[in-house]
């Protein structure tokens, strides 16, 4: 996994762009609450067949797709003998049928859940992302504090490569023992003062910039015609999911 | 006519004790370009941290734009007027995007929406950064950083500009259009840096920082 | 150490949520405008320092690192984590945005209080009676212990059937306590060599 590159975003341009982020990630709230509170398993095969439709027409990259549903499905069957075994005697097991319809709801659930954030939030940028939360009336100090966050990770991850690299070319081969240990916390050590010195200068260079305590966005969203017709589409469906799940 | 930052006798030290500045005493006059120079540790990014009022000095007196400046009120009015360009781009850009950060400054100063918007689209289309509008920060290449970290200065259409390093790792291509930028620019600068050709093509005076002082 | 999508019930995923909530609203309050660059450099840093693979035996853990957080951030390591968690999410897909507040609440309420307890150590305790990485390594491997019990909370009051995946869960938190702590103890060295007033907390 390397970071820089998660930070870009490689979704191509789609069909659900023109939609306003903001929407985008009011919809995945609402199916996120919706999918859980789905009982039946009927409702959650529906709502995963439409994720992965919408998941189709935000054209995830394969890699992304794929390196976040293998881990996710990888977990859950380490999870399957815990839940779906049945002890029968002696050093015999068998599989329990309650265990399993709970493992294939599981199943089913965290799949449409991971599928729904892949379409409707992985693809937005995540200054973008940022952007739509502080116009959403999150916290302001919470949103800036995403905004700074995102903005330095790189930073930061660049700084402690350079840690790594310098101690690599002397010689530095991880192991566990003492001497990794001590170097580790060194380099992490190291990381936190950079960090604060980071934010020391750049809340000088904010001051020199007349900085008193404000932010402004230049980015605003703007909701559009095709706005209102996603979300006539889409809240209807989700109830209709809610009451098609209690009606079986 | 009146200089625009007179410092008199100014003394600093760091807080761990460093001595940097003793006795230190300096004009800037409208229309000067002047060259900073002097030795690693010797106190150029000091000096250019007291004049916007990052550091308080211990004694002397340091007056900009006709007045004498002491309190964190005054120093407001004078970063608004003399705009402060940092070595390392990644500590002054602190947004997401290209755009959102060259508005940060303009915001400050009060300025409504639309005129923010017109200045930025005008000061990156003056730097020839105009395709770089909506570019996200970190995908920039290091040299595109210190001209958009201009571009954050000089939007707010400073009297004065104090560059730190300016030049300081840039390749031919970017130093020659920071060369242009700021030969066709008419603020009042301070500029410390190393590189003694580069100060030579954008530089009509030089003072030397050395024990301390300003020769 | 994340609990995934899909497992948790509904009644724990929204207690997690508003306990959550309740967290980041008073972490909030204590950050001032000012340190919020500073907050944020420190939520970068931390978050790239649990990306690290830390070697362990045959293998390699990643530090979860809510204990240091809380030590040198005290309430605003809701915020921290909480955004750690979101990006995690958001940028590997680990964990996910169903269980943000559980997974929120787990990891940084033992970080607030293992961060006042150790400030605790470091104002009462006579000097010399014990050593500050000392007392730093107690706190974050009691803070992971607490990370690991409340994981095993949400999994056995979330269905009947978690009961030995909650307790293997636990299990495994018992290498990262040991690792966690000792690294915290020699990070808290490190700074009290080079930066003693990074320990004095701010929020």
Not at chain 3, 143 to 158: D, F, K, P, R
Request: hydrophobic share 50%.
């Amino acid at each position: 996994m390397n970071l820089t590159d998660s930070l870009n975003n490689h979704y191509p341009a789609s069909v659900l762009d023109r939609l306003d982020p903001r929407l985008r990630l009011l919809a995945a709230l609402l199916l996120i609450t919706v999918i859980i509170l789905l009982q039946s398993r009927p409702a959650l095969a529906t709502v995963l067949g439409g994720a992965i439709v919408m998941a189709v027409a935000a054209r995830p990259p394969l890699t992304v797709t794929l390196t976040r549903i293998i881990p996710l499905n990888v977990m859950l069957a380490l999870f399957f003998p815990f839940i779906a075994l049945a002890h029968v005697q002696g050093l015999q097991f068998g599989v329990s049928a309650k265990g399993l319809h709970l493992f294939i709801d599981i199943v089913l659930r965290a799949n449409a859940l991971l599928i729904t954030a892949l379409a409707l939030v992985g693809s937005l940028d995540i200054p973008v992302l940022g952007h739509a939360l502080v116009h959403l009336r999150v916290p302001r100090r919470l949103a800036h504090l995403l905004l700074f966050t995102i903005r330095y990770l790189e930073v930061m991850h660049r700084e402690f490569m350079a840690l790594s690299r310098a101690a690599r070319v002397r010689n530095f081969h991880p192991g566990a023992n003492r001497h990794t240990y001590r170097t580790l916390a060194a380099m992490v050590g190291q990381l936190l003062l950079r960090s604060l010195d980071r934010a020391e200068r750049i809340l000088k260079a904010m001051k020199c910039r007349g900085y008193n305590g404000q932010f402004h966005l230049l980015r605003h969203f703007s909701f559009r015609a095709c706005d209102a017709v996603f979300a006539l589409c889409f809240v209807p469906g989700c109830v209709l999911l809610i009451v098609f799940d209690r009606m079986l | 006519m009146e200089p625009l930052f007179i410092l008199e006798n100014i003394d600093f030290a760091y807080k761990e004790g460093r001595r940097v500045l003793q006795g230190a005493s300096f004009d800037l006059h409208a229309g000067e370009r002047v060259a900073l120079t002097g030795g690693n540790g010797t106190g150029k990014t000091t000096l250019l941290h007291l004049m916007v009022g990052l550091h308080k000095p211990q004694s002397g007196t340091l007056s900009a734009f006709g007045r004498a400046r002491h309190s964190e009120h005054d120093f407001h009015e004078v970063r608004c007027r003399a705009g402060l360009v940092f070595q390392d781009p990644d500590d002054q850009l602190f947004s997401a995007t290209v755009a959102e950060d060259v508005a940060f400054g303009p915001f400050n100063l009060g300025w409504e929406r639309r005129r923010v918007a017109e200045a930025v689209d005008a000061t990156l289309q003056k730097l020839d950064l105009a395709d770089f509008h909506d570019r996200v920060v970190y995908h920039l290449s290091y040299g595109e950083k210190r001209l958009v970290a201009l571009a954050s200065v000089l939007v707010m259409q400073p009297e004065v500009l104090l560059l730190d390093e300016p030049n300081d790792g840039l390749d031919s291509a970017h130093s020659a259009r920071l060369v242009d930028i700021l030969q066709q620019s008419d603020c009042a600068m301070l500029i410390a840096s190393h590189d003694r050709d580069f100060l030579k093509k954008v530089t009509n005076r030089a003072v030397k920082l050395a024990d301390g002082g300003i020769i | 150490m994340h609990i995934s999508d899909g497992i948790l019930a509904p009644p724990v995923l929204a207690a997690g949520a508003l306990l959550s909530a309740g967290g980041l609203g008073i972490g909030l309050r204590r950050i001032r405008d000012e340190d919020i660059p500073r907050t944020a450099m420190l939520t970068a840093a931390f978050f790239v320092a649990s990306l690290i693979h830390v070697p362990l035996g045959p293998s390699t853990v990643h530090l979860i690192i809510n204990g240091l957080a809380g030590i040198i951030l005290g309430w605003a390591a809701f915020p921290a984590l909480f955004i750690g968690l979101l990006l995690q999410a958001l940028l590997f897909g680990y964990g996910g945005l169903s269980v943000l507040g559980v997974n929120t609440f787990n990891t940084a309420a033992p970080a607030v209080l293992c961060g006042s307890l150790f400030h605790l150590l470091r104002r009462r305790s006579p000097d010399g009676l014990i050593k500050l990485p000392v007392a730093a390594g107690l706190c974050t491997a009691l803070c992971i212990a607490m990370t690991g019990l409340l994981n095993a909370v949400v999994l056995i009051t979330s269905h009947s059937r978690f009961m030995n995946a909650a307790l293997a869960l636990l299990a495994a938190h018992v290498p990262v306590m040991i690792i966690e702590a000792v690294l915290s103890a020699s990070i808290i060295a490190f700074l009290l060599k080079t930066r003693p007033d990074l320990l004095e907390p701010r929020a």
